[in-house]
């Protein structure tokens, strides 16, 4: 069994990745000695000079045999010779690795050299320069929060991994491991490639006859991307030669690529060059997010909301678009043949993530700009395999109508998202597409990161325990593909924005109520024809308004343009009963939505009792009744229903605990809630809140005792980023503070 030691570290090559390695190492004290051996000689007594190294190697053949760890550093094309030179001298203990950036050519050479892999042979790639080059440009931090990719061979021992590995750590880097073969390709494509392509492009607009004018007015864009054609010719012949087919496979699918750009271009093909050009940009895009690790969040810093109380609500306002019906707009115009036309779509970052994944399916999307998307339809069955697994940010309801669709295509998928999203249980879902003959693996909660396979799903008859539209939704657009008739059994109706739009585009389902079982029953033998939506406001926010309206003395506001979907308006009858004062005013062409504008000034209300009937379809909306309850004249009893899911008491017992925080009577039983009236402190909220009790919560303060702070609000301006012009614009008196 052999055992390495790092004591002694043997540079060959000292250039500014040599050089940077050798003083990183020095100036941390990782290594007792370094020492470095280049063919210019002067390199090396400089690199004694400027601290860099402790000694300048003279005779390679001693200082080989005394190292512990050997780093090759030289041009990709004199490692051979290299390794010929060191090879009568290395002992089976040392550690030998290079910082080059192709790995099968060295591979290969060592196999020549060598006979046979040396078992303390590791090669690496550390992923970092800079634009000055030579050991006067070593830098300590050069590689700090950079990456290094080892690419250990099946000779090489593990422990001479590790010792290397904590080398590279110790410096600061990020370590991964690749297979050789897998490193190349992936080089050429980012990083060989680029360059192939910066010197393509100089040397041609070097030889037009106006190339004065052309680099003289040359654009940020254009310096970008050719600094690198100022990189070291002879490395990049070198490296050319060494990596040669992998390079060239990269250069002719970038030539196809540009090929069928062309075609579109002088074609006057706009659909085409859209399709490119938004991929493109999508797939941009989604690289930064995950280099980034996270989402398509633009808040870099936490934020806090800021609630001032008792100020009346008044003028007439619009809120932003429905979350809901913007994500099926989506799938349901991709799915459909023609090209469809959204007006008023909703653009957080969630229902962008739906945009997104379709645009890696082969959908062409134009926007959102302003609201307006254009849709491509692909039909039902013209989805292609994306590049790569799709990425969901937190994204819940992309998650949950994406998987349905997914499962019934052609094409293994593989679907994640960020942190939050993978502790989500998607049970609910899976388990009844499972059932339809879906083939799934998820973690052990049931959530993310999800490994989809084709597979032939059959229609079958599904009871849901729960009435949730989004596994409802998620059923139904599996429900297209599945063999014979899918049909779905809950105990109450829930939102029904799918069925509805299912039918704006065609498509025939059919819906029945019977001895209290709600019944939604669907086939593949439709199609969906493209057709236009105009998405209508929505609900959920303007019931927040509709809420605080009704508080806060002198109040009097007219929202426009809201979704009232029947199944979404539950509450406010619940409200009416109360006393509130509210006046829902019917557009005459609704569309495929009931659409209103509503009228609600200031009430004074009374406490009432609300059977577990009364509530059953407003759960998610009991944290704004919860908190009209406390401001009521006499006391108000919830009875809570029976089948109650986990999500739904959770909600309840989140919105409970934070309105006790705030000195609110509440008491909470497992089949009722008694609230009674309370005055509410203000002050602050430390924990970060679901988004439907952060919006309660804005509510209660425009009566709180004192201004309240909500922190930890960065997500929910995320999610709704225009939510707070949108209640100044209303009256709220509402900042955003960071920390």
């Not at 080059?133 to 593990?158: C, M, N, Q, W, Y």
């Not at 050719?226 to 070198?238: G, L, Q, Y």
């Not at 679901?690 to 425009?702: D, E, G, L």
Request: proline share 5%; hydrophobic share 45%.
């Amino acid at each position: 069994m052999l055992t390495y030691t790092t004591h002694r570290l043997l540079i060959i090559g000292l250039g500014l990745i040599g050089g940077s390695f050798a003083k990183a190492l020095k100036s941390r004290k990782v290594v007792q000695h370094v020492a470095a051996y280049d063919r210019h000689p002067q390199e090396c007594d400089l690199g004694i000079r400027l601290g860099v190294i402790d000694e300048a190697v003279q005779d390679l053949a001693s200082a080989v045999q005394q190292a512990d760890v050997i780093v090759l550093a030289v041009p990709v094309k004199a490692m051979e010779v290299v390794l010929k030179d060191i090879q009568p001298f290395l002992r089976p203990t040392t550690l030998l690795t290079d910082v080059g950036s192709t790995k099968g050519h060295l591979v290969q050479a060592v196999r020549q050299v060598f006979q046979k892999i040396p078992p303390g042979f590791v090669p690496g790639h550390p992923i970092a320069g800079a634009e000055k080059s030579g050991v006067v440009a070593a830098d300590a931090d050069l590689f700090e929060r950079h990456k290094v990719i080892l690419t250990p061979l099946p000779e090489s021992d593990p422990k001479a991994t590790l010792e290397i590995a904590r080398l590279w750590q110790s410096v600061g880097a990020e370590v991964l491991q690749m297979d050789p073969y897998r490193h190349d390709q992936v080089l050429a494509a980012t990083s060989h490639l680029p360059h192939v392509l910066a010197f393509s492009l100089v040397d041609t607009l070097a030889h037009e006859e106006e190339n004065r004018d052309i680099f003289r007015y040359a654009a940020g864009g254009f310096r970008d991307f050719t600094r690198i054609a100022a990189s070291d010719p002879v490395m990049w012949h070198d490296i050319c030669q060494a990596n040669r087919d992998a390079i060239l496979k990269q250069i002719d699918q970038f030539t196809s690529g540009v090929a069928r750009l062309r075609s579109a271009i002088a074609a006057g093909d706009s659909q085409a060059m859209l399709g490119i050009f938004s991929r493109a940009k999508v797939a941009r895009e989604h690289f930064s997010t995950l280099l980034a690790g996270s989402a398509y969040s633009a808040n870099t810093q936490d934020i806090d909301l800021r609630i001032e109380p008792d100020s009346p609500l008044s003028g007439r306002v619009a809120v932003h678009s429905d979350r809901s019906i913007s994500h099926r707009a989506i799938i349901i115009g991709a799915l459909s043949e023609g090209v469809t036309d959204i007006e008023g779509f909703f653009e957080g970052e969630d229902s962008l993530m739906t945009i997104k994944a379709f645009r890696e399916m082969g959908v062409v999307i134009e926007g959102p700009h302003q609201g307006s998307v254009r849709i491509y339809g692909v039909g039902l069955h013209g989805l292609q395999p994306p590049k790569g697994p799709l990425y969901l940010g937190k994204s819940e309801t992309s998650l949950q109508l994406l998987t349905g669709l997914l499962v019934a295509q052609s094409f293994s998928t593989e679907v994640f998202g960020d942190e939050a999203l993978s502790q989500k249980s998607l049970l609910s879902t899976l388990e009844p597409l499972r059932k339809m003959g879906a083939k799934i693996d998820s973690n052990e909660q049931g959530g993310p990161p999800f490994r989809i396979s084709p597979s032939i799903l059959k229609g079958s008859e599904i009871e849901l325990t729960h009435a949730s539209a989004q596994v409802k939704s998620s059923l139904l657009l599996a429900g297209l593909y599945a063999q014979g008739q899918t049909c779905l059994k809950t105990n109450r109706f829930c939102r029904d924005h799918t069925e509805r739009m299912l039918k704006s585009f065609g498509y025939f389902l059919c819906e029945s109520e019977e001895a209290g079982e709600v019944r939604t029953t669907i086939d593949c033998a439709g199609t969906l024809t493209a057709t236009k939506i105009r998405v209508p406001g929505d609900f959920s926010t303007a019931l927040m308004l509709i809420a605080a309206a009704t508080l806060v003395p002198e109040s009097s506001l007219i929202l426009t343009d809201i979704g009232v979907n029947p199944h979404r308006t539950k509450l406010l009858p619940l409200l009416s009963k109360m006393g509130a004062n509210i006046q829902v005013t019917l557009h005459k062409d609704t569309g495929f939505e009931p659409v209103a504008d509503i009228w609600v000034t200031y009430a004074q209300l009374k406490g009432q009792e609300f059977s577990a009937d009364d509530v059953a379809c407003v759960v998610y909306e009991l944290p704004f009744l919860m908190v009209l309850a406390l401001f009521a004249d006499g006391q108000t009893l919830i009875h809570l229903p029976a089948s109650l899911s986990a999500k739904e008491s959770a909600l309840i017992a989140s919105t409970v605990a934070v309105l006790l925080e705030q000195g609110a009577q509440i008491e909470l039983s497992g089949s009722h809630l008694l609230l009674k009236p309370s005055l509410l402190l203000g002050g602050e909220i430390s924990e970060a809140l679901p988004p439907i009790v952060a919006f309660a919560m804005i509510v209660a303060s425009t009566r709180a005792q004192q201004a309240l702070r909500i922190k930890h609000s960065a997500a929910l301006l995320t999610a709704y980023p225009a939510l707070v012009e949108q209640l100044r614009r209303a009256g709220i008196s509402i900042h955003k503070e960071s920390d």
